[in-house]
């Protein structure tokens, strides 16, 4: 009966957005409110509260800033990483966006994207979405530095 219950129901997609604008925080809550399987489990306006908020709330992915107070994006990563994994999608304006991009992708980020340049994330959210839904999937080794 249980297995029934379990093969007809369809799990959301948990998501925090770990971002200290909240214009950014809202313009990426309007892009993936309007996919009904995800839901924004919480926000975190800086470093220190990305970590204990994604410990605390298990989320299947993180969208991260890579330039927050308190914690930079590639720390958080960092110890998310060697404590509670978790699927990273970090999403920066941060340069050179190169260099960033590799040493977020050397701590376990699954992905970096770049922020668009005139705020318009209608331009990622394609990408954005499909990254979500792809690594909602995948469960990262704990690493060690």
Do not use: W
Request: glycine share 4%.
């Amino acid at each position: 009966m249980l297995s029934v219950f379990l093969e007809g129901s369809k799990m959301s997609v948990r998501i925090i957005i770990c971002e200290d604008s909240g214009v950014i925080q809202k313009l990426l809550k309007n892009v993936l409110e309007k996919e009904k399987d995800f839901e924004i489990v919480g926000t975190a306006t800086d470093g220190e509260d990305a970590y204990n908020k994604i410990v605390s709330l298990k989320p299947d992915v993180a969208l991260m800033d890579h330039r927050m107070p308190k914690m930079f994006g590639l720390e958080v990563a960092k110890k998310i990483m060697s404590t509670e994994p978790v699927s990273i999608i970090m999403i920066t304006s941060a340069e050179p966006f190169e260099t960033i991009k590799a040493e977020a992708l050397k701590v376990g980020v699954m992905s970096v994207i770049e922020k668009p340049k005139q705020l318009d994330f209608s331009a990622i959210a394609r990408k954005l979405i499909t990254e979500i839904k792809v690594f909602s999937k995948t469960k990262p080794a704990k690493k060690t530095f």
